[in-house]
């Protein structure tokens, strides 16, 4: 028997959505079904020609795994209406038996976005319209009609449904001290990449994320806080490679299996992060394998000798 963990942390890899990647994308998923793991998150930027839609490809993969969870890591909401990305999202629970989560951004590449039809926003007006979003997925979600008047969407008469297999997750992709706040306030956690966001501005957001929730009269402790790790699994000493983890500006991690464990360790204590995406540079499926395989069942023992 593996030893038991704190529920809270949780381990997954990350599958591209390339047309020409799918058997590869396959494998990695049945990696972390395989091998215990916790989640499954697959990227989302329709404006890329060599990408296939991110929902088609999670309800793929859903027939595809037993017991792994799926998320789309995080939905592009300009390009996704709320109240059709609310079905969207309970249709893939429902087929997966209660697997999904909503991992859900504001938007970046704007340019790219516009050039679908997409809208052009501001920080402040993206921000608003994914706080207005959240409230109406939540509303779709509870199954009952409903209108909704907003500054960003307007639905005069939505009859939602299915409902959900369980209660999904609502994990926001944002990075700005002003933004996290919205994760506190009203969503379920958080998804941040270390490619954007240096292990030390966590604490910081973090921070903000547990005020947030406070003020709201929720529970900080019941947030997913989710960092998508980049980098290398390597073989030989941990020495070097301890050089190439800086913390206080966005990079990958390069090192052997034991770095990996303690890196990963140190964010989860020293920082607050409970969730943790791994996002391979190099061979992605021997690359995953590795972190299912020497990386996690080495981190969940630390994790539990110390719990």
């Known amino acids: 028997m593996p030893p038991t963990v704190p529920p809270t942390v949780r381990f997954g890899l990350n599958v591209d959505p390339h047309a020409a990647g799918l058997p590869v994308a396959e494998r990695i998923a049945r990696i972390a079904d ?34 792994v969870r799926l998320f789309p890591n995080v939905a ?30 504001a938007g970046a590449f704007t340019d790219a976005i516009v050039g679908m039809g997409g809208p052009r926003r501001a920080r402040g007006a993206a921000r608003a319209a994914l706080s207005e979003a959240v ?27 299915p409902r959900p297999a369980h209660d999904i997750g609502v994990w926001l992709g944002v990075l700005g001290p002003r933004s996290v706040r919205l994760v506190g306030a009203k969503a379920d956690g958080w998804s941040v990449s270390s490619s954007y966001v240096a292990p030390a501005r966590l604490t910081e957001l973090n921070a903000a994320i547990t005020g947030a929730a406070e003020e709201a009269g929720r529970d900080p402790a019941a947030l997913v806080r989710l960092y998508n790790v980049a980098g290398r699994i390597t073989d030989g000493g941990p020495d ?27 964010l989860h204590a020293e920082r607050g992060m409970n969730a943790f995406v791994f996002w391979p540079d190099g061979d992605r499926e021997r690359q995953s394998r590795r972190f299912a395989e020497e990386v996690v069942p080495e981190l969940r023992a630390r994790l539990a000798d110390e719990g």
């Open 76 to 105: 592009n909401l300009p390009l996704r209406p709320p109240a059709m990305l609310a079905k969207q999202a309970a249709t893939i629970d429902v087929l997966s038996g209660g697997r999904f989560e909503l991992g859900l951004g």
């Open 135 to 161: 409230d109406v997925i939540r509303a779709s979600w509870a199954g009952r009609g409903y209108a909704h008047q907003g500054e960003h969407y307007a639905l005069p008469g939505v009859r939602p449904g």
């Open 34 to 67: 395989d091998a215990g793991l916790d989640l499954v998150g697959v990227q989302d930027h329709p404006y890329l020609a060599d990408h296939l839609d991110t929902f088609a490809v999670l309800a793929w993969l859903a027939g595809r795994t037993r017991s």
């Open 240 to 266: 070097g490679a301890r050089e190439g983890v800086p913390a206080d500006e966005p990079g990958a991690v390069q090192g052997p299996p034991r770095l990996w464990v303690d890196v990963l360790s140190a």
